[in-house]
C-alpha cells in the first residue's frame, strides 16, 4: 500500500465550486486574508509592474510598486487602509522593477528616457518614510536594467544596457554608487547573492550560473546547469544557504528546488506547480516560506521547511481572469516586520495580504509517478503509469490531465473513480516526435484533482530520448565503404556504439536482412571504414547505442560497395529527412535511371527519372510528395533505382 509519506512534492489547489483542474475564473483563496487592494488609476496608466518594501525604524511599513509612468509609493502600516503617498516619475516603460538597502530605493527599467529625463538607476530616498524623493541617478555605466538585486552593501543591475550581463555597484556612498565590476558571459534576467555567491538566472541560456564573487572585480563562474524547459527567470536561497529555488517563466514553467552546497555541481532536489499549464514569475524566501508571484495563480505559498518536499500552506488568487498567458501576479514581498504581504497584480494593482490560521488541508489521496523511461529516437510513444492510491472513507472520482514541458502530444483518460482504500493505475501515452534535434528531455506532469473537493495533487516523472544520431553518411572509399556521422549525447550518457551490418543482395525491402556486429566503438569516434566488403555488394548498416537504459536502434542507411565496370546505390542523404533527401548512385556506363518510391504498404508513391546521364555520380532529390504535389506523412518509404542492366533497393525514413 502506498504511504502517505510518500508524497514528495505534492501540491493542493482550492477551486471553490468549480471542478477540474483547469484553473478558475473566480478569486479563490486558501489560507490567507485580503486586507486591501488598490488600484488608484484603474488601469488607465498600463499595466504595474514589480513590487517591494520597507520598514522604516518607526515601524512605518512602506510598499513600493513600479507602473508605467513610474514607482507609486504607499504607506501601508495599516494593511486595510494603504496611503498613496508619491508617485515617482521614470522612463516609461512597461518593465521596472525595484529594492532597497539602509533607507535608500533603487529602481531600474528597460524603458529609454525622454528628452530632459535621466535613465539608469533612480535612488529614491526613504530616510523620512512620509515623504519618499528621489534624489539622484546612476547613469554614467549603466543606463537601463531588467531588474535590480541590493544585498550586503552592493547592487547587481540584471540585463543592463539592454542585455547586457550583470553591473556590479558599490553602495558604501549610497547616494552615489560607484561600478565596481561585472560579468558578462551570459544574459542575466535576475540574481540572487549571499556572502560571496551569486546565482544568476540565465532565462535566454537555459539554465543557471553560480558565481565566486570574492574579487567582484573579477568574478569566477563555478558552474552553469542547464535543463529541460528551463526559462530561468529568477531564483532565492534558503536560509541556510543549502538549497536554491528557481522559477522558469513559461507555459507550464514551475518551481524547483536545487541542492547547491556543492556550487560546482548543483543537483535537482524537488519541484512543485500550481497549475499544469500557466507560467510562474518570481519566488522570495522568508524562514521556512517560498512566496510565489504566479501569474495567473496570484500568489503561492510554499512550506519549504523540507526543501525536497514542498507543499502548499496558503493562496489568494489576484488575478480574476482565466489560467494561462502572462498577466496577473507580477512581483510578492513578504519581508515586511509586520508579516503583511505586498503584492502586485499587472491589472489589480496592489495587493496587501496576511496568511491566515486555518490550518492545513486534509489530503487523503497520494499520487505516485512512476520512474523516468528512456526511449529510442524515432520511438512512437513512451507509456507511462501513474497510480493514485483513495485513503479516504469512500469511492472518489479523480478529474485528471496531463502535460509535458516540451508540447509533446499527451493522452489520459479525462476522469477515474478510484474504491476507498484503493489503488488504480492511470495510464498516459507521451507521442514522441521522430525528428528531435538532439537528446530531449520531457518533463510528463499528471495533476489529479478529487472531483468532490476540488483539491489537486500533481506528480511528474519523464520521458528521456539522450542519444541522438545525425549527419549520417555512407560514402565508397577505394574497395571499402567509410561511415561517417555525429553523436548527440547528454554528459551522463556514457555508452557504447555498435554497427551491425546485413547483406541487400536477393533481398526483399519488405522484410528485414540478417544483420550481424561489424563493429563496437566508443560514443566519441565518429567514423569507421568498413574494409570487408564484397565488390559491388549492398549492404545495409544499423547503429546500436548500448548502456545503463538498455540497447536502442539510432539509424539505418544503405550503402553499396564499388565494383570495376559496374553501377551502384551510394544511398540517401540525408536519412531520416525532412522535407528532402538525395538519392545518390553511380552509373558505369552513359543512360537513363528511373526511380520508384512506395510507401511501407506498397502503394506507389512517386516516380522519378532521369535520362541521358554520364558515366559518374548523380542524385534524384525526393522532396517527400507524391505526384500530385501532397505532402506524405512520417514513415518508412522502400525505393527501387533502375537501370538498363542494373537494380538496387534502399528505403528512407520521412520524420516530420
Known sequence: MVSMQSVTR?????????????????????????????????????AYAACWGYSAPDGTELALIGQVNGTDIYDVTDGRSPLLLTSIPGPRSQWREMQTWSHYAYVVTE???????????????????????????????????????????????????????????DLADPEHPREVGGWHTRYVHDCYVRGNRAFLANINAGGFTILDLTDKSQPQELSFTAYSGAATHNCWLNDDGHYLFTTDETGGGHL??????????????????AHSSTSIHNVVVRGDSAYIAYY?????VVDVSQPSAPRLVGFFDTYPGASGGYAGCWGVYPLAQNHNIIASDMQGGLFVLRMGTGGQPV????????????????????????????GSGSAQLYDL????????????????????????????????????????????????????????????????VPVTLQDLTATVRGPGIELQWRLQRDVEDAGALEIQRAQLDGASPLFEPEFATVASLTGREMHWLDAAVDPGAAYRYRFLWSDGGGVRVLSEIDAQAAAPGRSRLLGATPNPFNPSTRIRFELAHAGGVEITIHDARGRLVRRLV??????????????????????QSSGLYLYEVRGASWAARGRVTLAK
Request: hydrophobic share 40%; aromatic share 6%; proline share 7%.
Open 256 to 273: 524547483r528546488v536545487w541542492n547547491v552546497q556543492n556550487p560546482r555541481s548543483p543537483a535537482p532536489a524537488a519541484e512543485w506547480s
Open 401 to 464: 490531465a496531463a502535460v509535458n514541458d516540451l508540447g509533446w502530444n499527451v493522452d489520459v483518460a479525462p476522469t477515474i473513480t478510484v474504491p476507498r482504500g484503493g489503488i488504480e493505475a492511470v495510464l498516459v501515452t507521451v507521442s514522441v516526435p521522430a525528428n528531435l534535434p538532439g537528446p530531449a528531455r520531457a518533463q510528463v506532469e499528471l495533476c489529479v484533482t478529487q472531483h468532490s473537493t476540488g483539491f489537486q495533487v500533481c506528480k511528474a516523472t519523464r520521458v528521456a
Open 610 to 631: 532521369a535520362a541521358d546521364l554520364e558515366p559518374g555520380e548523380h542524385a534524384l532529390v525526393w522532396d517527400g510528395r507524391d505526384a500530385r504535389g501532397t505532402a
Open 10 to 46: 505534492a501540491f493542493l489547489l482550492a477551486l471553490g465550486c468549480i471542478a477540474g483542474p483547469v484553473a478558475a475564473l473566480a478569486q479563490g483563496r486558501f489560507n490567507m486574508e485580503l486586507l486591501s487592494q488598490t488600484n488608484e488609476f484603474g488601469g488607465g496608466r498600463g
Open 111 to 169: 524603458g529609454t528616457p525622454a528628452q530632459g529625463e535621466r535613465g539608469g538607476v533612480q535612488i529614491i530616498d526613504l530616510g523620512n518614510p512620509r515623504f519618499p524623493a528621489q534624489i539622484g541617478n546612476f547613469d554614467s555605466t549603466v543606463t537601463t536594467g531588467h531588474t535590480i538585486h541590493v544585498a550586503e552593501g552592493f547592487a547587481y543591475v540584471n540585463g543592463g544596457n539592454n542585455g547586457n550581463g550583470i553591473h556590479i555597484l
Open 296 to 300: 495567473t495563480e496570484g500568489v503561492q
Open 363 to 390: 489530503v487523503d489521496f497520494v499520487v505516485d509517478a512512476p520512474p523516468a523511461i528512456r526511449v529510442q529516437p524515432g520511438q512512437a510513444s513512451a507509456l507511462l503509469f501513474f497510480d493514485i492510491y483513495n
